[in-house]
């Protein structure tokens, strides 16, 4: 099974910071990388999608990028509806099998 | 507009089963499948399982194999996930989520989520 890793686990800024999560697959698994934001007592909310595209809505100071077995989430300008918990999600080319990150909680510095 | 409500609140005790449901609306049911996730107390997501939404084909997490079935209702556009012989770490909230064929089956869509409470 694909192992996938996430840095840090907690991130504390400013708002206006740029802050990048990173996210790390033990196996490469192309793009197959999604991005959700978690808030306390909610439904994850998907972010981003297929390493690079922004769902529908989504702001544009969100940003993925990588390939292969290392990928980062960045955020341009962090926004007080910003902080919240951050999961990466491998998926797979054929199968709906896939396989979360452990999470990186952004908080406020 | 999408949208997945899920049944209520569970408490169950060791060795019992739960069976939650998601109802869909604002789409075309049959064209999508469900994945289902759920999430300990304090603790991140982990995937249980997926449902074609088309033909009820399913996939299931190895962990969970034996102790889960999917199911759905294609005629109120419901999904349901059962649980059975449950132990006190099953205690979690459960979400349904919408899974597109078309993105790789990944969740776009998700259900308020629905804590099932595991304890004697």
């Known amino acids: 099974d694909i192992q996938v890793t996430q840095s840090p686990s907690t991130l504390s800024a400013s708002i206006g910071d740029r802050i990048t999560i990173t996210c790390r697959a033990s196996?490469?698994?192309?793009?197959?990388l999604a991005w959700y934001q978690q808030k306390p007592g909610k439904a994850p909310n998907l972010l981003i999608y297929k390493t690079s595209t922004l769902e529908s809505g989504v702001p544009s100071r969100f940003s993925g990028s990588g390939s292969g077995t290392e990928f980062t989430l960045t955020i341009s300008s962090l926004q007080p509806d910003d902080f919240a918990t951050y999961y990466c999600q491998q998926y797979d080319t054929y199968s709906p099998i896939f396989t979360f990150g452990p999470g990186t909680k952004v908080d406020i510095k | 507009q999408v949208q997945l409500v899920q049944s209520g609140a569970e408490m169950k005790k060791p060795g019992a089963s739960v069976k939650v449901s998601c109802k869909a609306s604002g789409y075309s049911f049959t064209n999508y499948g469900m994945s289902w996730v759920r999430q300990a107390p304090g603790q991140g997501l982990e995937w249980m399982g997926w449902i074609s939404g088309y033909n009820g084909n399913t996939n299931y997490a190895q962990k969970l194999q034996g102790r889960v079935t999917m199911t759905t209702d294609t005629s109120t556009s419901t999904a349901y996930m059962e649980l059975r012989s449950l132990r006190s770490d099953d205690t979690a909230v459960y979400y349904c989520?919408?899974?597109?064929?078309?993105?790789?089956?990944?969740?776009?869509?998700w259900g308020q989520g629905t804590l099932v409470t595991v304890s004697s």
């Open positions: 989520a919408r899974a597109p064929v078309l993105r790789n089956f990944v969740p776009d869509y």
């Open positions: 196996l490469s698994i192309s793009s197959w």
